[in-house]
């Protein structure tokens, strides 16, 4: 039996990292950045103020502390004009937020400390030397690294990419992965369900869950229990793949699909791991092209991907952090585990506690859907009192 470190080396040992490719800005959100981009300006790219109001000298309206200050508007100066006047002495120029600050002024006074005047401003009170004022560079300076390699590309990252002049980003190819469903008893959603069968769900859950990693999922038509069905349609369709993604056909019973028709090949290497659920599992290559075989449980299915795949696809993209957030937590109440596995319950995380829903059984995929966390339970621990602390697993794509 593997342990569930030696599993998750032995996936990510068969994804190389993906090839570079560059991305205009509007195509880049959601990928990863392949390498450091640095400003092309610095930010802020000027003095400039933070605030709607009145460019002084602070030592010519320190006095409006005590006593109104009348001083004398020489010029009006919105975001975005561009000649650039000094501050004569006793004098103020009118400045809207974001406009270039003019030589020898070192104080903004708000538009609500004055009477907003236009010709003549008076000022009724003031704030210490250099307020409201954005200097130059005081965010990032030109040529300094903006984002680095391995951070994900979302609103914040982008702006900024944006913000200091880049129009295209060096990201790495998202993988292509197919993913294959397998079982006799499997019916579209939408089709009549016959007696003993069930809707086919494990290719909707995986295609999300390759997407919410970073990947570019296709759904393959799911094939029943027939090796040469099964074979067939691996074979016309690996090709085109970074990584292939089975699901069922890989437990002890007998008309395991996956497992009689990958056994003859050699390539592919199927174990227990000391987890729970997600026991059986296999990986290697078919063809030269990456395989996974995930257990076809949906709960098996979908803990599988989070623990074996996930990380190896979003190493395979660079990821600066591949892996889950994790957080401590107090269990609500008691729980069991057994012996030698490593369990990744379902639970609900909130304000540091965590409570389990649901029981171990892995068919249980409306209590999944309810969880936003996986509680790990280590190999050696079998019983756990309310309160006792545990590591949880976050994941995304759980009702908040
Ligand atoms: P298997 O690993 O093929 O023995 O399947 C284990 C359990 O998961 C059985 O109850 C299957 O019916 C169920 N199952 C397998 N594949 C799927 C799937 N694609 N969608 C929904 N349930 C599945
Ligand atoms: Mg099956």
Redesign the pocket.
């Known amino acids: 039996m593997r342990t569930v470190e030696e599993h998750q080396a032995a996936v990510a040992a068969l994804l190389p990292l993906m090839p570079e490719e560059d991305v205009a800005l509007a195509e880049a959100h959601g990928r990863v950045l392949a390498r450091d981009v640095s400003a092309r300006v610095a930010l802020p790219g000027f003095d400039n103020s933070a605030m709607d109001g009145y460019a002084a000298r602070w030592a010519e309206v320190a006095s409006a502390a005590d006593e109104p200050v009348r001083l004398p508007v020489a010029e009006d100066i919105p975001a975005g004009r561009t000649d650039v006047v000094p501050l004569a002495p006793g004098t103020v120029h009118r400045i809207m937020t974001g406009a270039p600050l003019p030589p020898g002024a070192d104080v903004v006074i708000p538009v609500e400390l004055t009477d907003a005047g236009t010709d003549v401003v008076e000022i009724r009170g003031v704030l210490p030397a250099g307020s409201h004022l954005r200097r130059a560079g005081e965010d990032i300076a030109a040529d300094e690294v903006a984002l680095h390699a391995g951070s994900p590309l979302g609103a914040a990252q982008l702006g900024l990419a944006a913000a200091v002049g880049v129009t295209r980003l060096p990201v790495r190819r998202r993988p292509r992965v197919l993913v294959l469903?397998?079982?006799s008893?499997?019916v579209a959603p939408g089709q009549p369900l016959g007696p003993g069968q069930?809707?086919?769900?494990?290719?909707?859950?995986l295609v999300a869950a390759v997407e919410e990693a970073g990947g570019q999922a296709r759904r393959l038509h799911?094939v029943p229990?027939d090796v040469d069905q099964f074979l067939s349609t691996v074979r016309a369709e690996v090709a085109t793949a970074d990584l292939l993604i089975t699901?069922?056909?890989?437990?002890a019973?007998a008309?395991?699909?996956?497992k009689d028709a990958f056994a003859g090949l050699g390539t592919v290497e199927f174990t227990k791991v000391g987890m729970q659920p997600g026991g059986?599992q296999g990986a290697g290559t078919v063809d030269g092209i990456p395989v996974v075989t995930l257990?076809?449980?949906?709960v098996?299915?979908f803990v599988s991907f989070e623990v074996f795949v996930r990380p190896a696809l979003r190493r395979a993209l660079g990821y600066a952090s591949p892996d889950r957030l994790r957080a401590p937590a107090r269990l609500a109440g008691p729980l069991r585990s057994p012996a030698g596995k490593r369990q990744f319950l379902r639970g609900r995380y909130d304000g540091g506690q965590v409570s389990q829903v649901g029981g171990p059984g892995?068919?249980l995929?409306a209590h999944l859907a309810r969880a936003n966390c996986l509680v790990v339970v280590p190999e050696d621990v079998t019983e756990l009192p309310a309160g006792a602390e545990v590591d949880v697993v976050l994941i995304e794509g759980a009702l908040q």
């Open positions: 469903s397998t079982g008893e499997l069930i809707y086919e769900s494990n290719s909707a859950l799911f229990d699901s069922g056909g890989v437990s019973g008309y395991e699909v996956v059986p257990p076809g449980n949906p098996s299915s892995s068919h995929v």
